[in-house]
């Protein structure tokens, strides 16, 4: 921020959220909020707060209260200082300041840059007099400029302890870690290890953004994870958006045939209608000249009866036989002439229809399955041997019309391996129909190389099978190493756990150094933390190493058998666990992992037990009985198994999700599958459990049945040797990262 515009929203910034006033004394909380001494006492009182803690007005965070219990022992901002004094210098115009020797108010004022301080135009006199203040520098404050402005936020820091008040903060005392005077150096800290303040500073800001950097990549990552939600949603509304058009167009599909048909039925019957009609109006029309001719003949007859006299009604007997045998004619016409029949129209249902659209869904909604690594197992004697597992289901859609079976992203078939060769993980299969009817099956593995399948699908083996399938040999490569015999930071004596986060920071534990130091994926030192000692934040001899769900490092602390709790820049949190038998207690913990649910396992070598804490250090369960271990180093989780590498009896043991004891693998010995004291584990990407054979000087790979897949190492100095390797971990890449005890480095392997 420029200053200027700091100059324009100065008030705001050195106001209290407390008090809302300017600030006096303030003091910074852990948090970095800051607020008043008075205002923090008052609200510490006010709220409950733990023992020794207090929570941030602002965020509700809870800090530590300093060790004396007096809050105002927490640090001094002196930049909040600083610009309380700027404040004071640029309003003074419509103000007066207060004289910091004689405590008198006035409009004429000056300022001195290096005691700190307001003088009134009486005391400046006095105060430039002195000759300890010649080189002092003194403005008056109507007449400071920008320039001015910045060098009074850039003015020296003072100690605050009594009587040292005017002498500057000029070292660094790293066995207090905290910032010191020349008469403080001389009075309390003899002996201890001091630095120059800039130098410390300058190595402390290192530190601090390569912090800063790491947090941003985490917000990247999780601003990503939003933006992907984001998409992900959009999809989702656009897939149901779909599925509805999808729906609605084939329930108008059907509509539309049966539209079509109900109208073809209705042309038929109008083309009846209209040839019968024709019929009938023609024999309609017939019928009545016939019936007109004859009602004719009828008239006449009649008339002749009526006006005839006798003689002439004889004379006429013939005339009225042909009139009367017309009307004979016409009546047996009528009588011969039955038309075809009535037409008798009739809809005859489809009962076989109409129940099958009562009982049968036009269609259905479903969520298509995606294959999963984890739905197909392998079995074999190594990674160019591997037999895929029995079962693994796939989208396929049945027969088609001709009877054959199609591929489609609809229904779900079981594919069912039964060759002897095929690779050790595969991550997807497609399958699809063939021109000659079957079908064809293609695996996308992790990995490289030809070898075959054979397929049944739904118990059914299919013609051209066996099939190619991509697979290659493992083999790892070493990259670099680093670290060196040395107490010096950067430098590495007797590496012992190992542990990578979700930033790929690789941390590692010193057992002679007595501390941590943590680097970046390529080798590069960020920043240590720890020293000799039984103080919190202090180690003796500390092995195991973890970083838990929230990024904080876990240490097991052995030599004072308990477990510390630090941030990622290394702070100390918390600590759990004391020499002892007890649930509670530990003796010489040595490695650490994290469960599925967050909570941590304990490796208790000591007690022979494997124990699980939750995050803030409760205990939960222990695994192993009586004689069940005899030197358990290290405990790591896969699925609903635990395994446990038990160094004094020389092999692995597995567990089940209660602490059942199901099987071991491994004796003593250097061959294949043998072990010499095997220390930490860890789980490849490909779901291989690998294993730090420490006195065999190697790591040895193994499916979770205890069959070796793989080994690497010899022992040596070069790269790609080992001499005791303790730990082992793997980075978001796959990179293999291996600390070597006797060697004083860690590895990275590809």
């Not at 008239?299 to 002749?304: F, I, R, S």
């Not at 501390?515 to 103080?535: I, P």
Request: hydrophobic letters at 30%; glycine letters at 8%.
């Amino acid at each position: 921020m420029d200053i200027r515009t700091l100059l324009h929203n100065l008030r705001e910034e050195v106001s209290c959220s407390v008090c809302s006033s300017i600030f006096t004394d303030p003091k910074q909380l852990p948090c970095l909020h800051s607020f008043c001494l008075q205002c923090l006492t008052q609200w510490r009182r006010a709220s409950y707060n733990g023992r020794g803690t207090i929570k941030c007005p602002n965020c509700l965070a809870l800090s530590k209260v300093p060790e004396s219990g007096d809050l105002k022992d927490l640090p001094t901002s002196f930049y909040l200082n600083g610009m309380i004094d700027v404040l004071t210098i640029k309003e003074c115009n419509s103000g007066q300041v207060r004289c910091g020797n004689c405590d008198e108010k006035s409009s004429e004022s000056s300022y001195c840059f290096q005691c700190c301080a307001f003088w009134c135009e009486e005391c400046v006199s006095g105060h430039n007099i002195i000759r300890s203040n010649k080189d002092h520098r003194v403005l008056a404050v109507k007449e400071f400029q920008d320039k001015d402005y910045e060098d009074v936020l850039k003015r020296p820091v003072l100690c605050t302890k009594q009587r040292h008040q005017k002498e500057e903060l000029k070292y660094f005392c790293k066995d207090c870690e905290a910032a010191v005077c020349q008469t403080c150096v001389t009075l309390e800290h003899t002996g201890h290890v001091l630095e120059h303040i800039e130098e410390a500073a300058e190595r402390q800001k290192i530190q601090m953004r390569s912090v800063i950097e790491t947090q941003r990549k985490k917000l990247q990552a999780k601003t990503n994870a939003v933006s992907q939600l984001k998409e992900d949603c959009a999809k989702v509304i656009q897939q149901g958006e779909e599925v509805k058009r999808n729906a609605e167009t084939f329930a108008n599909s059907i509509i539309s045939a049966m539209e079509a048909k109900k109208r073809s039925i209705f042309e038929a019957v109008d083309n009846q209608t209209k040839k019968s009609l024709e019929r009938l109006t023609k024999q309609k029309t017939e019928m009545e000249y016939e019936a007109n001719a004859t009602e004719s003949s009828l008239e006449k007859a009649d008339k002749l009866l009526t006006r005839s006299v006798n003689a002439e009604i004889v004379q006429l007997k013939k005339t009225f036989a042909t009139i009367v045998g017309g009307v004979s004619e016409f009546a047996e016409t009528v009588y011969r002439r039955d038309p075809e029949g009535l037409p008798v129209f009739a809809f005859v249902e489809n009962q076989k229809m109409l129940d099958y659209v009562n009982t049968e869904e036009f269609g259905s909604f479903r969520i298509l399955q995606q294959t999963k690594a984890s739905q197909s197992v392998a079995e074999g004697q190594g990674l160019n041997d591997a037999i895929v597992g029995r079962e693994a289901q796939f989208v396929l859609t049945t027969k088609d019309a001709k009877g054959k079976l199609c591929y489609n992203e609809s229904d779900l078939v079981t594919v069912d391996v039964v060759d002897e060769k095929a690779m050790k993980s595969v991550t997807e299969v497609l399958v699809k129909n063939s021109k000659d009817g079957f079908y064809e099956i293609t695996y996308f593995p992790r990995d490289y190389g030809t070898c075959k399948v054979g397929v049944k699908i739904n118990g059914e083996s299919i013609r051209g099978s066996p099939f190619p399938v991509q697979v290659k040999s493992m083999k790892f490569t070493p990259l670099l190493s680093f670290g060196k015999k040395c107490s010096s930071v950067r430098m590495l004596n007797s590496p012992c756990g190992l542990a990578v986060n979700d930033c790929n920071e690789i941390a590692v534990t010193e057992l002679s150094n007595h501390r941590v130091q943590l680097y970046t994926s390529d080798g590069n030192y960020l920043r240590s933390f720890g020293r000799q000692g039984s103080k919190e934040g202090q180690f003796n001899k500390p092995t195991g190493i973890a970083f838990d769900k929230n990024g904080h490092i876990l240490v097991a602390d052995s030599g004072n058998h308990r477990i510390q709790i630090f941030s990622g820049l290394g702070e100390y949190l918390d600590t759990f666990g004391k020499q002892g038998n007890l649930n509670q207690q530990l003796c010489n913990p040595h490695g650490l992992s994290i469960d599925s649910d967050g909570n941590i396992i304990v490796a208790d070598s000591g007690n022979k037990l494997i124990k699980f804490f939750s995050p803030n250090g409760e205990f939960l369960m222990q695994i192993g009985e009586q004689g069940s271990f005899t030197c358990p180093t290290h405990c790591v989780q896969y699925g609903e198994n635990f395994i446990v590498s038990d160094g004094h009896e020389h092999c692995i043991k597995m567990f089940d999700g209660k602490g059942n004891f199901k099987f071991a693998f491994g004796k003593q010995g250097g061959g294949e599958g043998e072990f010499n004291n095997p220390r930490c584990l860890s789980m490849s990407k490909s779901g291989h459990l690998m294993v730090c054979d420490s006195w065999n000087n190697r790591i040895q790979i193994f499916e979770l049945n205890g069959k070796l897949v793989y080994k690497f190492g010899t022992k040596g100095e070069n790269l790609g040797e080992f001499k005791l390797p303790s730990a082992i971990a793997v980075l978001s890449n796959g990179r293999i990262v291996v600390s070597e005890r006797y060697n004083d480095r860690v590895q990275l392997f590809d």
